[in-house]
């Protein structure tokens, strides 16, 4: 007799879908293939483009992006937020693959809200910026795509890092990132200055992403502004980046109206040469 007719026990159903994930290296992969390989020569190959950007003055960090979150030719989203805050006094900009910018983050949030239980105090910006850049370089090469500045102040004062997903991080005053970085960085060289307003740093902020995304195809929808400060961030405002635009052109100086007033005569033919005319007229007389 059978043991399934004495115990009445019946064999699992493996090939029956089931909520729980396999356990590591159970997952169904052909032999002889590499998951980076096959990602690399089968993924989809699709074009990332933004704008963000951020640079540190003497009233703290301003950050700035656009809204457009762009899949090839393909725009996801027109409104979507591309700065971050990370807790009351830090927040960074991304760029890269969306998901992976949104997932790195919340686990960054995480790192630091236990290393604030267990220390008493939250880390400097430097440290934040390198417990990220730590945790990302282990998947180096696995089609990771996050590209980030993070700006925050600590008791040091203002302070702005860059990190990339494979490992590199980098301190300055003034950053930009995406696609529509070239054209941003050409506005920020020529207006920034570390004593700046804060109305200058506001002014100077805009019109880098409103110029970048009128230049940029992977870049537009709104202008998002945040400003670090000693007691926190502050978000500044969104305005559209199109009619930002339109109001940093100059306006058409008025052309001269006594050049239309009294427009010169035309010269007649018979000014040019009066000797044919003379020959016509004596052809003509009898």
Same mark, same amino acid.
């Given at each position: ?10 064999? =699992? ?60 030719? /393909? ?10 805050? $990370? ?17 790195? /983050? ?18 400097? $910006? ?7 850049? $730590? ?10 795509? $996050? ?44 207006? /920034? ?92 007389? =009898?």
């Amino acid at each position: 007799m059978a043991l399934e007719q004495v115990c009445k026990w019946q064999a =699992p159903d493996t090939q029956a879908p089931t909520p729980h994930l396999p356990r590591a290296g159970g997952w169904a992969i052909p032999r002889g293939c590499d998951p980076q390989t096959f990602l690399q020569l089968h993924g989809p190959q699709l074009a990332h483009g933004t704008t963000t950007l951020a640079f540190r003055f003497q009233y703290g960090v301003i950050a700035a992006a656009d809204t457009r979150s762009s899949c090839g030719s /393909y725009v996801a989203c027109p409104a979507s937020r591309k700065v971050i805050p $990370v807790h009351q006094h830090l927040l960074g900009t991304t760029s890269g693959t969306s998901a992976d910018c949104a997932t790195w /983050y919340r686990v960054l949030q995480r790192e630091l809200r236990l290393r604030a239980l267990r220390e008493g105090q939250l880390p400097s $910006v430097a440290g934040a910026a390198k417990l990220l850049s $730590v945790m990302m370089s282990r998947y180096r090469g696995l089609d990771l795509c $996050v590209a980030t500045a993070l700006c925050g102040w600590d008791r040091s004062g203002p302070a702005l890092f860059y990190v990339y997903s494979d490992g590199t991080r980098l301190q300055g005053d003034i950053f930009s990132v995406g696609s529509g970085s070239p054209y941003a960085y050409g506005v920020l060289d020529r207006g /920034y200055r570390y004593d700046m307003e804060v109305q200058e740093a506001y002014a100077l902020a805009r019109c880098a992403v409103a110029h970048a995304t009128h230049r940029d195809a992977y870049s537009g929808g709104s202008v998002d502004l945040f400003h670090v400060r000693e007691s926190g961030w502050e978000y500044v405002s969104r305005g559209d980046a199109c009619v930002l635009y339109m109001q940093l052109l100059p306006e058409p100086e008025p052309e001269e109206e006594t050049s239309q007033a009294h427009p010169e005569p035309a010269m007649p033919c018979r000014e040019m040469g009066t000797g044919g005319l003379s020959a016509e007229s004596e052809e003509a007389t =009898p």
